[in-house]
Structure formats: C-alpha cells, structure tokens
Antibody, heavy 117, light 113 residues
Framework: EVQLVESGGGLIQPGGSLRLSCAAS????????MSWVRQAPGKGLEWVSV???????YYADSVKGRFTISRDNSKNTLYLQMNSLRAEDTAVYYC???????????WGQGTLVTVSS | DIVMTQSPDSLAVSLGERATINCKSS????????????LAWYQQKPGQPPKLLIY???IRESGVPDRFSGSGSGTDFTLTISSLQAEDVAVYYC?????????FGQGTKLEIK
C-alpha cells in the first residue's frame, strides 16, 4: 500500500526557514516523479515544485530561488527546504506521487506551514 | 502558463440529480502524438487531501463509482456526476499536466440542494 507522510510544518516568522519531509512507503521515491502542492487556507491547489526520476527539478515562479526540492533515496524520503518565508507561503503543503503522464495518484495528508510574526 | 477556469464556482444539486462541472484550459492540452488529453479531476472533502477521480479526461480511476464520468477534448472538459449522493459533497478540481508548471482550476464547491 502506498503511503505518504509529511512532517516539518509549524509556525515560523517571516524570513525564517523550514524543511518539510515526506516519508514514502509502498513504492520507491527515486523511481517516480514527486511534487509538492500547497493549499492556502480556504483556497485552491497550487503546484510548488517537482523532482523527476532523473533528478531534474522545477519550481513555481512564486518560490523559485527560495525553495529547494530534494530526495534521499536511502530514506525513501522527499524534502522541501523553504527559505526566506513570507506570509503568502502560509498553506497546507502536500507531497504527491505523480504518474508518468502527470496526474497525481497519491497524496499525503499534508503539513501546515504558518508564516506569521 | 496554462490557465484552467472552472464553472460554476459553486453548485447545489438535489440528491439523485445530475451535477455537471466545466473546465476550460487557455490552450489545448491534447497531445496529438498520443491523442490523449492531459486533464485530471480530483475530489477534495474538508480536512482531506485531494483524491484522483478521472485521468486522461475520461478514464475513471480504479475504485471510483461509475456515476462519475469525464468528457471533453482540447480545451473544454466536463465532469458529470450522474446521480448525486450525499457523500459527493466536496470541492472538485480540474488539473492539467500537459506542460510545466502544471496548473489547477480554482475549484467548484458542490453542495446538496
């Protein structure tokens, strides 16, 4: 059974940093493309970043230069390093496993990041 | 970026009646080489992550009730629930994965009338 478990969210001051983790089981992270998708309170879904099986990474313009996606194959875990956080980064962050044709087959339960002073 | 626009923003339908949600992309998301539309639909209930319902515009994910169906091609797509059940109350999102960044519609909130 595929399972994705996010952790690392919390309350952080503007300008601070957080690292989110997504522990995967039931499949191999490095063999799939993995994304982070966020959802601000009461709002819709926004794609944040993707890492492909080959290692290529892409970012939404809103986080480019501030966020870094990575994975640890030995731990079968996906990460999102978030620096220079802003109030508008406040959201539930989901990790999601992508099918090769792009849809998201599996989602974690999400971790809430709140950026506030 | 491809903009996905859903209509309506909210919808109230009686139990047992048909619910229809539309999604329009700002450019075609049909891959001519495969004749596949890179369009998916998700259902999100309060406090839960999204759940995949439909992919390639019309293929129902395993385990999804057959009252859910998807149609459309190119730039115009529809999600139909043939006979609304109480458990279908949720927000529905369309999603294109034709190009990076992949993008979502703004969501349609479906309620019981």
């Amino acid at each position: 059974e595929v399972q994705l478990v996010e952790s690392g969210g919390g309350l952080i001051q503007p300008g601070g940093s957080l690292r989110l983790s997504c522990a995967a089981s039931g499949f191999t992270v490095s063999s799939n493309y993995m994304s982070w998708v966020r959802q601000a309170p009461g709002k819709g879904l926004e794609w944040v970043s993707v890492i492909y099986s080959g290692g290529s990474t892409y970012y939404a313009d809103s986080v480019k230069g501030r966020f870094t996606i990575s994975r640890d194959n030995s731990k079968n875990t996906l990460y999102l390093q978030m620096n220079s956080l802003r109030a508008e980064d406040t959201a539930v962050y989901y990790c999601a496993r992508g099918h090769s044709s792009g849809w998201y087959e599996d989602w974690g339960q999400g971790t809430l990041v709140t950026v506030s002073s | 970026d491809i903009v996905m626009t859903q209509s309506p923003d909210s919808l109230a339908v009686s139990l047992g009646e048909r619910a229809t949600i539309n999604c329009k992309s700002s450019q075609s998301i049909l891959y001519s080489s495969s004749n596949r539309n890179y369009l998916a639909w998700y259902q999100q209930k309060p406090g839960q992550p999204p759940k995949l319902l439909i992919y390639w515009a019309s293929i129902r994910e395993s385990g999804v009730p057959d009252r859910f169906s998807g149609s459309g091609s190119g730039t115009d797509f529809t999600l139909t629930i043939s006979s609304l059940q109480a458990e279908d109350v949720a927000v529905y999102y369309c999603h294109q994965s034709y190009s990076t960044p992949d993008t979502f519609g703004q969501g349609t909130k479906l309620e019981i009338k």
